[in-house]
């Protein structure tokens, strides 16, 4: 954990010394506080309402100590199974393996069964008519934030919110490019929602999250470098940089806040399970989603916008039958179980 203080600070800035101090002395060798010290520090700063002052903040990087609920192999194998079970690799899969018995001129009715799948749902999930029937439900479930008038009052639970949470979706690793243009697309649209809600609400901590890979910047840092070029200031910022999925998320964001309100921001595709994942933990959240796919038309939906087939028809149905994949997990697990929740943003 990296922590900064500036001058000034009163009551918060000697008990923020003092705590540090203190277990700095327990840890003996490592000089930087845990978890749930570190948390402490944030909601510290939130309750006796430092925040308005930049110089007495908190910049924390706060860790994540996922090893007790999966063990890496666990973790991966889980990935591995969820990335075959996409739209492309399985469909791909199922081709290859029809392939494969006709170059060996064994089982003639599996090899034309498997390929005939296999380009069947390719074809159905690179439409169009049917990556919307896919995507819609999910990215309806809640509403967007509405624009934020100057002269008008902010809905009362989007008010009541201390922190503003965006959720990582990746980037790519890339020397001489800015920060914004190594994010994906997703994690674009997430971080731009969660720094026009922040400006709305400027005495509230923006918490980016996101891991990285070994030698290079975590993609929570790589969302931090972003918001500070769109103005927010790094002592603002928390970053939760070893959340490894949207469960080890929302538990840090849960260690984090506790009972304080949180506006969630996530791609509106994903906003479901996060929301029940998030429930799950006891945080209370505000829906704010981000990124949507299939954003109603003005004067309504045509015929012509559900035929044809695209690349980006099949981005939206791997979205969908990943999230599908991703609840039926949780649910499983029993994670989905609902909690008392805010009012929404309308």
Request: with cysteine; glycine share 10%.
């Amino acid at each position: 954990m990296r922590t900064r203080e500036g001058s000034g600070g009163g009551e918060v800035k000697q008990k923020f010394g003092r705590d540090l101090s203190f277990h700095r002395a327990l840890a003996g060798r490592n000089p930087y506080p845990t978890v749930a010290n570190s948390t402490y520090y944030a909601r510290e700063f939130v309750q006796k309402g430092a925040l308005p002052s930049i110089h007495r903040t908190v910049f924390a990087v706060v860790p994540t100590a996922h090893g007790a609920r999966n063990g890496s192999v666990g973790f991966l194998l889980k990935k591995i199974t969820g990335y075959l079970l996409m739209p492309v690799p399985f469909a791909t899969a199922l081709i290859l393996a029809g392939l494969a018995l006709q170059l060996a001129k064994r089982a003639p009715r599996t090899r034309r069964w498997l390929i005939m799948v296999g380009a069947g749902w390719l074809a159905l999930t690179g439409s169009n008519g049917i990556s919307l029937l896919l995507v819609r439900p999910l990215e309806s479930q809640f509403p967007p934030v509405p624009e934020l008038l100057a002269d008008a009052p902010l809905p009362a639970a989007l008010a009541a919110c201390r922190y503003v949470v965006v959720l990582g979706s990746g980037h790519t690793d890339a020397e001489g490019f800015s920060a914004n243009n190594q994010l994906s697309l997703p994690a674009q649209s997430r971080i731009l929602e969660g720094v026009r809600l922040w400006r709305a609400l400027p005495n509230a901590m923006l918490v980016v999250s996101g891991p990285g890979r070994d030698g290079q910047p975590t993609h929570a840092e790589i969302l931090t470098r972003a918001a500070v070029a769109l103005g927010v200031p790094r002592t603002h910022i928390v970053q939760v940089a070893t959340a490894r999925d949207t469960e080890d998320e929302t538990g840090e964001l849960r260690r984090i806040a506790g009972d304080t309100p949180v506006a969630l921001i996530t791609s509106a595709w994903h906003m479901p399970r996060a929301i029940a994942l998030a429930r799950h933990t006891g945080l209370r959240v505000v829906a704010c989603p981000a990124d949507f796919t299939a954003v109603p038309r003005a004067d309504g939906w045509s015929i012509g916008d559900y035929l044809g087939w695209d690349a980006g028809a099949l981005q939206r149905s791997t979205w969908a039958v990943r999230e599908r994949l991703g609840w039926a997990w949780i649910w499983l697990r029993g994670k989905t179980s609902p909690a008392p929740e805010l009012n929404n943003t309308k």
